[in-house]
């Protein structure tokens, strides 16, 4: 395995400021919000639990997780909930609890197919409804799966990410709607990741696929993204009330018995808090949510500007920029061929620093980009935030 690509980035970026170079750092999705002082607070007063806790997480985070979900609309109940060190070792666990190959959006996320690969298995790419992200198109993906068995493979789970990451983009209720119908017949599990759903720009109904597959759908989220606390490393998993889910549930719990323990003690009790919903927080999310929405909006228009195919983003922080139209002078001028190419040719005559759509998947010819609009916000954004965020 070699260092994830976000991860890696951000290596880069910290490697050329300490060379005294100036780099704008459009690579990792972190908002830099600060912490909220009751957050803090709430983690502090749990500071002296030090002994290991329970496997699947503590009652009252548990309970506040649950809580979380049925206010959006997914009725959950405490013992559907376990607990880890962000939701990326419970994606992890679940890919392996799934005991099969896994099936993902093309573009996806890049961790779910390095995580597939850590377990063994390539990752079985089907490509999003046009103008559409995070969700495999139903017919193409039924194809595949086929395709697939019939080659002697054995496709089990397949994964959704909503907003998307890369793209910025949400799926349409149809689209949802009939992949998770296919799903359905192919005996497939479905994993919806909505680390981003509280970022969702535009209020209205969200495309949950619990919603429609309830049976085999396990939701996730972390208090990485909205919080902007992807250093204290909590997430939770929602799993089916259903044997389905009773089996995927107690495996993933067996998994993290063995890899984590439990997940870190004070940091439960902070999202607990957090979970409830308090109004300090939903209104801080809020004025975050608005900030993205409109940077990102406004960074999507100056690439559509400048020629490139871009669709707007709907929730996250992230732009999709694809600088296909503009091939030939790209070509032409720095003798750019590929995304990589492209990213590359970013860092050194501009230090920009973004990911090259290869990254998450897309054709090696392709000039995608994802961009990372939380490293752009200037001097005025950061104040204005900071403003809206103060805690009185
Ligand atoms: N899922 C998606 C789509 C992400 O973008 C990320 C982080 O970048 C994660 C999961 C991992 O988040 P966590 O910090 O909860 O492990």
């Known amino acids: 395995m070699t260092v994830s690509a976000t991860l890696a980035a951000n290596e880069a970026i910290a490697a050329r400021r300490a060379a005294g170079q100036e780099v704008l750092a459009l690579g990792f999705g972190e908002?830099?919000?600060?912490?909220?002082?009751?957050?803090?607070?709430?983690?502090?007063?749990?500071?002296?639990?030090?002994?290991?806790?329970?496997?699947?997480?503590?009652g009252t985070a548990r309970e506040a997780a649950a809580g979380y979900w049925t206010r959006r609309g997914l009725p959950t109940e405490g013992d559907r909930v376990l607990l880890g060190p962000g939701s990326k070792p419970l994606l992890y666990a679940l890919l392996h609890a799934a005991g099969g190959d896994v099936v993902l959006p093309k573009p996806a996320w890049v961790s779910y197919a390095a995580q597939s690969q850590l377990l063994g298995r390539d990752p079985i790419r089907v490509a999003v409804p046009e103008g559409e992200g995070g969700v495999?198109?139903?017919?193409?993906?039924?194809?595949?799966?086929?395709?697939?068995?019939?080659?002697?493979?054995?496709?089990?789970?397949?994964?959704?990410?909503?907003?998307d990451n890369p793209t910025g983009r949400l799926a349409s209720e149809q689209s949802v709607k009939a992949m998770c119908e296919a799903a359905r017949e192919l005996d497939l599990v479905i994993l919806a990741d909505e680390i981003y759903r509280d970022l969702v720009f535009e209020e209205g109904s969200f495309p949950s696929p619990a919603a429609w597959a309830p049976e085999r759908t396990v939701t996730t989220t972390s208090l990485s993204k909205n919080y902007a606390l992807g250093g204290w490393r909590i997430g939770a998993a929602r799993f089916p009330d259903s044997p389905l889910g009773d089996a995927l549930r107690e495996s993933v719990r067996g998994i993290a018995s063995e890899l984590w323990s439990s997940t870190p003690m004070p940091m439960q009790h902070a999202a607990a808090y957090a979970w409830s919903d308090p109004q300090e927080l939903v209104d801080r999310v809020a004025a975050a949510r608005h900030l993205?929405?409109?940077?990102?909006?406004?960074?999507?228009?100056?690439?559509?500007?400048?020629?490139?195919?871009?669709?707007?983003?709907?929730?996250?922080?992230?732009?999709?920029?694809?600088?296909?139209?503009?091939?030939?002078?790209?070509?032409?001028?720095?003798?750019v061929a590929t995304s990589e190419d492209l990213a590359r040719v970013l860092l050194d005559e501009f230090g920009v620093v973004v990911l090259p759509g290869t990254a998450f998947g897309d054709d090696p010819s392709s000039l995608t980009l994802r961009v990372a609009v939380p490293g752009i916000y200037g001097e005025s954004d950061s104040e204005r935030l900071a403003a809206l965020l103060a805690p009185d």
């Open 31 to 58: 908002a830099g919000i600060p912490v909220h002082p009751l957050l803090s607070r709430h983690l502090g007063r749990a500071a002296a639990q030090s002994s290991y806790g329970p496997v699947a997480g503590i």
């Open 292 to 335: 993205h929405g409109s940077v990102a909006t406004a960074v999507a228009e100056l690439f559509a500007g400048a020629g490139c195919e871009v669709e707007t983003p709907q929730g996250g922080f992230y732009v999709w920029p694809d600088f296909g139209p503009v091939r030939a002078v790209l070509a032409e001028r720095w003798g």
């Open 136 to 163: 495999p198109e139903a017919e193409a993906m039924d194809a595949a799966v086929r395709e697939a068995r019939a080659a002697g493979r054995n496709p089990r789970i397949v994964v959704v990410t909503l907003p």
